[in-house]
Nanobody, 115 residues
Framework: QVQLVESGGGLVQAGGSLRLSCAAS????????MGWYRQAPGKQRELVAT???????NYADSVKGRFTISRDNAKITVSLQMNSLKSEDTAVYYC?????????WGQGTQVTVSS
């Protein structure tokens, strides 16, 4: 089993920055994909960014140039630096880890951007 614990959400004004972090523990394969997804009220969960254990990054078009995903393979952590935040970035952000045929999720952390 895998456990994911997120931290770093909160309230920020538009144009501001936040950093989310996620720590993984449990039985984790050397090859995996960690990432961040978000879900706004009344909407489906959507991809924000992913990063493979080989440090290949993928971003949603809506966050390119504003968000940066990074990871520490030794500590099994993933972070999301969010800059130039917009009101439409308001959502619950979920950390994920995919390995083999399984996907694991964190409990979610609220990010609220006030305009």
């Amino acid at each position: 089993q895998v456990q994911l614990v997120e931290s770093g959400g909160g309230l920020v004004q538009a144009g501001g920055s936040l950093r989310l972090s996620c720590a993984a523990s449990g039985t984790i394969f050397s090859m995996n994909v960690m990432g961040w997804y978000r879900q706004a009220p009344g909407k489906q969960r959507e991809l924000v960014a992913t990063i493979t254990s080989g440090i290949i990054r993928n971003y949603a078009d809506s966050v390119k140039g504003r968000f940066t995903i990074s990871r520490d393979n030794a500590k099994i952590t993933v972070s999301l630096q969010m800059n130039s935040l917009k009101s439409e970035d308001t959502a619950v952000y979920y950390c994920s880890l995919q390995q083999g045929i399984s996907t694991y999720w964190g409990q979610g952390t609220q990010v609220t951007v006030s305009s």
